[in-house]
């Protein structure tokens, strides 16, 4: 009887263990180009014992842009020591580096409790050849679309994006 009971808690402890260790993670935009946003990876994967700030190359911001007339597939990832680096299509992806101002104003956009309230889904009908818009910021992503009212918030983090907008262009 003490057999039975060692190893049926140990086989429920195992699958607490396992079912605790399995969460959902973010959704992913259709995309079959390689572009797709990837599973925000997992806080302990990325965090630093004893660090509050992140590190400079960790990713402040990523952008995905799709659709339009011409088809359009780009990705634009933004770290905190404000390099970026821009993909069009499978074409080469190109880099910059943003002001510290730069960064200030982008990392307030998306610190800004009213962006916290966007929603994270479409709220109205998509436009005829409009891009669909999917931003990632602290594991959480809001997606959107051209044809529906953006919330000022948004258009605030669209704004402080590098060149003033998510990228569009083909």
Do not use: I, W
Not at 20 to 28: D, E, H
Not at 122 to 148: K, S
Request: glycine letters at 10%; aromatic letters at 6%.
């Amino acid at each position: 009887m003490e057999y039975a009971k060692r190893y049926g808690t140990a086989a429920v402890l195992a699958a607490v263990v396992a079912v605790a260790g399995c969460g959902r993670s973010p959704a992913t935009p259709p995309d079959d180009s390689g572009l797709s946003v990837p599973p925000a990876p997992s806080a302990s994967a990325t965090a630093t014992p004893g660090k509050d700030r992140p590190a400079p190359q960790e990713v402040l911001v990523e952008v995905v842009v799709n659709g339009g007339f011409a088809g359009v597939r780009n990705k634009l990832v933004v770290r905190h020591d404000g390099s970026y680096e821009l993909r069009k299509g499978t074409g080469e992806p190109a880099s910059g580096r943003m002001t510290k101002a730069q960064v200030a104003e982008l990392r307030a956009a998306l610190e800004d409790p009213a962006y916290a309230r966007v929603p994270d889904r479409p709220t109205g009908a998509p436009a005829p050849d409009g891009f669909e818009y999917y931003v990632t910021y602290a594991y959480r992503l809001v997606v959107t679309r051209d044809g529906e009212d953006r919330p000022p918030a948004l258009e605030r983090v669209f704004k402080a994006l590098p060149e003033g907008h998510p990228p569009t262009a083909p």
